[in-house]
């Protein structure tokens, strides 16, 4: 498939909730597009609305406004039937911040990866085992995590299989929303690295949402900054990193941790 | 902050803060200290050992299951129901364990103050942020007028303007890096000399949380007040504290101060913990790991407890646990330290792509 077709267009994307003299505009007016095998970062503090943009896209909720497609498919209202929604699940998966809250405790692991690959794929019993070994195999578990239930799995083990789970629908996008936040440094970069593999070997897509800019240096091609709801600075990686034309964007980089970094040298900016 | 305060605190401690290696007696020394958790005897934490000096930030690294919280709760006494404590935490040459009764009491509400990760869950919802400040006071029988006075200027001294009108509000009516910084003025309250400071920035933003922390540092400065901090980022624990000490599956690895560990670290997870960390500057092709995941000190063996995961561990190390001896300017607790400070083990072990930048850290 040609490039120039972006496998995600967001146009004037607004979310409100409540009325519009008393409600609360969690996203306003946000536009972008992301390439196929590309990586898009939303940055930004709590409350900036990069949360509202990803169950947007998964189609968790619906917009207030604006145009939001998948694969040239709008999809800024909710799906009305299940044959639709798991149309757009095989298009768009996501992956939760929390690997402890995300899995059914009382399932085998093998168990919640086949019934990802159930639901997306027509393939059945022998081919269907044959492609959760594959898929352990693709986010680095070992056969035997097949037959364990999430208790006996760590942090980053369950996330390698919330992984798995989502790409078993053979996905074009997958938006991750803090996947990395919640687990140790030593096995952040041991996920961080999956994702940059799996990315180079099937040319899917991710939105990458973070608050965190070392992780987007290492993933993201595109960053789009947010503050309450709206796009403070939109470019490449280098560009929005290393150099940013908004003041907010020169805070948030200044008060990142860094070797040599003070909380003093955070207030300079 | 009232005139009282600054000068009873800073009487005591003015001499010592900001003079590294003065031979004053330290603050808070921590010997063997040994926990075990519920009624199977789950270990926690083994031969931990810190030293803190009276104004000195000493940060506590480790990641998920190495201790670090279970050791700031032994030095307040905050231990969960059947713990079983071996070992010894002297606050200024007394023994925090021994303390009973009353003595505990006033121990905990005015020589150790406890900020906790997140102030949502650590301040009550049904009571003003008043009510909350001066708590302690009504409780010790005070003078409340006094204690709102002081409250009012602690306040104002963080940055929080209004303080009245703040004072008459709710902990919802107040963003999450207000109310770290309620908590840390409701510690000041009573005027400790030690504090204890558990993840006190991970539930906030980035600009808040160097807010936070340059507030902490001035009043580490100007009160001479000594912290220890508890963070997983060693990063931001080098970047607030002199010395810091690597923790992991309730054992002490290493003790360096931060700018030895960000230029030379010894022991091969201190190594890994650096290499791992995703650098803001830099895109790597492929960021250095650690293989496999923290192990707690409940399933360690019986050598170093790191041994599972170090890429230069030799046969010995699963079986014998090396003691923590000093090795140029850090402590460590590794069979092969003299050897990896000599540059022998550089080309198997994690480089830390460090800039070589000379800008050294602060506090």
Known sequence: MSTDRPVVRVEHLVKRYGSVEHGHTAVNDVSFSLGEGRTIALVGESGAGKSTVGTILTGLQAATSGRVEVCGEDRSRLAHSARLRRHRGSQLQIVAQDPFTSLDPRQRIGAAIAEAVGLHTPLRQQARRERVLELLDAVGLSPTHADVTPRALSGGQRQRVAIARALAAQPRVIVLDEAVSALDVSVQAQILNLLNDLRARTGVAYVFITHDLGVVRQIADEVIVLRHGRIVEQGTLEEVLDSPSEPYTRRLIASTPRPGWTPASAEVA | ?363
Do not use: W
């Open chain 2, 1 to 363: 902050m009232s005139p009282a305060s600054s000068t009873r605190v800073g009487a005591g401690a003015a001499g010592d803060v900001g003079a590294p290696g003065a031979p004053s007696s330290p603050l808070l020394q921590v010997r063997d200290l040994n926990l075990d958790l519920g009624d199977h005897g789950v270990p926690i934490l083994r031969d931990v050992e810190l030293t803190l000096d009276p104004g000195e930030a000493l940060g506590v690294v480790g990641e998920s299951g190495s201790g670090k919280s279970m050791t700031l709760k032994c030095i307040a006494r905050l231990t969960p129901p059947r713990a079983i404590v071996r070992g010894e935490v002297l606050v200024d040459g007394v023994d925090v364990n021994r303390l009973r009764g009353k003595s505990l009491r006033r121990y905990r509400q005015s020589q150790v103050g406890y900020v906790f990760q997140d102030p949502r869950a650590a301040i009550n919802p049904m009571h003003t942020i008043g009510t909350f400040l001066l708590e302690a006071a009504r409780d010790r029988g005070e003078d409340v007028t006094a204690a709102r006075e002081q409250a009012t200027s602690i306040l104002a001294s963080m940055g929080i303007t209004d303080p009245e009108r703040r004072m008459r509000q709710y902990p919802f009516e107040f963003s999450g890096g207000l109310l770290q910084r309620v908590m840390i003025a409701s510690v000041l309250m009573a005027q400790p000399r030690l504090l204890l400071a558990d993840e006190p920035t991970t539930a906030l933003d980035v600009t808040t949380q160097a807010e936070v922390l340059a507030l902490t540092d001035r009043l580490r400065r100007d009160r001479g007040l000594a912290m220890i901090f508890v963070t997983h980022d060693l990063d931001l624990a080098m970047a607030v504290c002199r010395r810091i000490v690597v923790l992991y599956a309730g054992r002490v690895l290493e003790v360096a101060d931060a700018g030895t560990l960000q230029t030379a670290p010894v022991h091969p997870y201190t190594r890994g913990l650096l290499a791992s960390r995703p650098p803001l500057e830099t895109k790597l092709p492929q960021i250095p790991v650690v293989p496999g995941t923290p192990v707690s000190a409940a399933q360690a063996g019986p050598g170093c407890p790191f041994a599972t995961r170090c890429p230069v561990r030799l046969p010995q190390c699963a079986e014998q646990r090396p003691p923590l001896l000093l090795q140029g300017r850090s402590r460590v607790s590794c069979h092969r330290a003299e050897e990896i400070a000599a540059g022998a083990l550089d080309g198997v072990l994690p480089l830390t792509h460090r800039p070589a930048q000379g800008g050294g850290t602060g506090a």
